[in-house]
């Protein structure tokens, strides 16, 4: 088991012959992710590598494929237009990488794509990787390893960070996700403890949080009244400056609320672990497993 | 990004908010000659993008021409928060009877703007939520279809007993939205929208945040940018498409991946260093941005150490690695620099590193020791 996507996940990529989109079909076929089918607007009946279909819509290529999932890496005016093209044509599971996605554009995005029933994680996300299974998105499969800690995070890079401490330290993970730095988000860290929750295969949970907005003190409430399970808490940006934003659109603490200070003092109030480092991860888990 | 409220106040003139008279200057004459054509009392306003200009003196009153230009020769060259005034507004001065707040803010909880409005106008909003929440009324608006006239009422009703000027309010929120959502603002408000002792509701002071995400769309938008009002090594960044913010250390951070960059400055200060700056060089390999970054990075004279932490998944570490020999050829480094760098091409990096004299590590807490130890002119650990 494993959270939202698993071997049976079947995958189409939304800008399959972009530079982007191109490469990491490319690093998801090779770790082994059922890629199913391409949609780029009038490159429809060509095949990706001699491989992959190349569908003009998504709705021709969910037709042909029976795709539950699809990632997108379409450029950022056009990201919320994909989003929603992929959730009407009946995709489950829909994986936005894409940085850069006007917020206003979210707000419609958001209550359609739930209208519909269906997922969206991102935008501005890594995606997600169950390892040894599949991965949706552009973490890189050799820093992972299969095993029992579930992994979510708003950032990338700090992820891959964390998960490579943890297989070097023989730590290996159920799935590690990325909900990505946005403001306005998919999938948050409810949804992701409350599924890592539910799944047998995942023991304990790291979180990476960073400064600004309250999804974290949010996760906070709800590891103190939901969970069973040891979750262990990072929060980044711990010397950033008030009314900054730091990189992520959603990195930015406004007037004096969303600081990793009110963030810190929420995970130790929950009973949760707080590692100040990201090296601490390995020892706060291991002695809670 | 943040314009002036100068030129907020085009974009709500536009949508047909009424606002005073008025227009901007740089010089005491041109003050002078404004407040001649405007008549009567004027104020006199710092453009600068910060809060809390009427308490450090940005905004004053002017009874004739001649004392406005007295009080922009104090005001042109002041600084509020350290930021240099170099324009000001010059505006016909409203006789006041009520003071509103009136404002739209992009809400993270509830995934929409949020119009705020309440009657108590004039100062801080978030101490008006924080001590009396019950002044202050709420309304989420589903952008896919608006903002409703029976919303804009309700919304005027809340500020407003009479009907004149419950209307006058409401259209105004009609116009505020239209801006709103027209220029893809992360933030639109009006304070004070002031009632005059004849009766007349008039927006005084006006602020709006721009989406950075959506200034590719907005070309117009993009030119109101002040790039006096910004720090030069943070223009000289974006223009060189690297996120860049100058902090007050001297460790100088180099990091791809905003939380990466975040968790770097924090694991500085964990070792008792200060960061100096934080720069994400994003997730390309490109080895300009290094280059790019290194200039802006040295620029700053109280920068001692240069930290570089990579994690490589997209990113190639080898380019990073011939990004920072290109630039240490061209600009040799007058101060030392700690690498850390693992994950895509590493051995390709590494020797790279090697066979120009540098030396590298692959552990992030090992790094930052020996970087905040340099900067402290100890010895690397």
Avoid: W
């Avoid at chain 1, 698993?6 to 992710?33: A, C, N, W």
């Avoid at chain 1, 040891?230 to 659109?249: E, K, N, Y």
């Avoid at chain 1, 007037?255 to 480092?277: D, N, P, Y």
């Amino acid at each position: 088991m494993s959270i939202f996507i698993d071997d049976s996940t079947t995958v189409i990529v939304q800008g399959i012959t972009g530079r982007d989109g191109g490469f990491h079909t490319k690093q998801m076929l090779e770790y082994g992710t059922k890629i199913v089918g391409g949609v780029t607007p009038g490159k429809g009946g060509q095949t990706f590598e001699n491989t992959v279909p190349v569908f003009n819509t998504v709705h021709e290529a969910v037709q042909a494929t029976k795709a539950n999932t699809s990632v997108i890496y379409v450029p950022p005016m056009y990201a919320a237009d994909a989003i929603m093209e992929a959730a009407d044509a009946g995709i489950r599971f829909i994986v936005a990488i894409t940085e850069g996605v006007p917020v206003l554009d979210m707000t419609k995005v958001y209550p359609f794509v739930k209208e519909k029933g269906a997922r969206l994680l991102g935008p501005n996300c890594p995606g997600l990787i169950t390892p040894g299974k599949s991965k949706v998105g552009i973490i890189p499969g050799r820093i992972c390893t299969p095993g029992n800690i579930g992994v979510v995070s708003r950032s990338g890079t700090l992820t891959y960070e964390v998960v490579y401490q943890l297989t070097r330290a023989g730590m290996g993970q159920s799935t590690c996700v990325g909900i990505g730095g946005d403001p306005i988000n998919g999938t948050n860290f409810i949804d992701c403890l409350a599924a890592f929750e539910a799944d047998p295969d995942t023991k304990a949970v790291a979180m990476m949080g960073e400064i600004g907005g309250t999804d974290e003190q949010e996760a906070a409430a709800f590891v103190k009244q939901h969970m069973k399970k040891p979750v262990v808490g990072f929060i980044a940006g711990q010397t950033a400056p008030p009314g900054r934003r730091m990189g992520h659109a959603g990195a930015i603490i406004s007037g004096s609320s969303g600081t990793a200070a009110e963030k810190i003092e929420a995970f130790q109030s929950a009973g949760m672990g707080v590692a100040k480092r990201p090296i601490d991860f390995v020892e706060l888990l291991r002695a809670r497993m | 990004m943040n314009i002036h409220e100068y030129q907020a106040k085009d974009i709500l003139r536009a949508e047909g908010v009424p606002i005073p008279p008025g227009e901007v200057a740089t010089t005491p004459d041109q003050v002078e000659a404004i407040a001649k054509k405007i008549g009567g009392m004027v104020v006199v306003k710092a453009q600068v993008h910060t809060g809390g200009r009427g308490k450090a003196g940005g905004v004053k009153l002017a009874k004739t021409p001649a004392e406005a230009k007295e009080i922009a020769s104090k005001i042109l060259g002041m600084k509020i928060n350290g930021l240099t005034v170099y324009t000001v507004l010059v505006t016909s001065a409203a006789d006041i009877a009520t003071e509103a707040y009136v404002g739209i803010i992009l809400d993270r909880a509830t995934k929409k703007p949020v119009f705020m409005v309440s009657p108590a106008g004039g100062i801080d909003i978030e101490e008006v939520a924080a001590k009396t929440p019950e002044k202050i009324l709420k309304l989420p608006i589903d952008t896919r279809y608006g903002l409703q006239p029976y919303q804009a009422s309700e919304l005027g009703f809340f500020l407003f007993d009479d009907v004149k000027k419950v209307r006058a309010a409401s259209k105004i929120m009609m116009s505020l939205y239209q801006a709103f959502m027209k220029n893809d603002a992360s933030l639109a408000e009006i304070n004070p929208l002031v009632v005059t002792p004849a009766g007349e509701v008039l927006a005084l002071d006006a602020k709006i945040s721009v989406d950075d995400n959506a200034l590719d769309r907005h070309p117009e938008l993009v030119k109101l940018r002040d790039e006096t009002a910004e720090e030069p090594s943070e223009v000289d960044a974006r223009n060189s498409n690297l996120t860049f913010i100058k902090l007050d250390g001297d460790v100088g951070c180099v990091v791809n991946g905003a939380g990466l960059a975040m968790a770097t400055m924090d694991l500085v200060k964990y070792y008792g260093g200060e960061p100096a700056n934080f720069l994400d060089i994003g997730g390309s390999s490109n080895p300009e941005k290094v280059v790019n970054a290194l200039r802006i990075i040295t620029a700053d004279p109280s920068v001692k150490v240069i930290l570089f932490n990579i994690f490589g998944g997209i990113t190639r570490t080898d380019d990073v690695a011939n990004g920072i020999v290109t630039a240490t050829k061209t600009n040799p480094l007058k101060i030392p620099i700690v690498i850390r760098l693992t994950g895509t091409n590493e051995e390709i990096a590494m020797k790279i590193l090697q066979e120009n004299g540098f030396s590298a590590s692959s552990d992030m807490d090992e790094a930052v020791q020996k970087a905040v130890a340099l900067a402290k002119g100890g010895k690397a650990a």
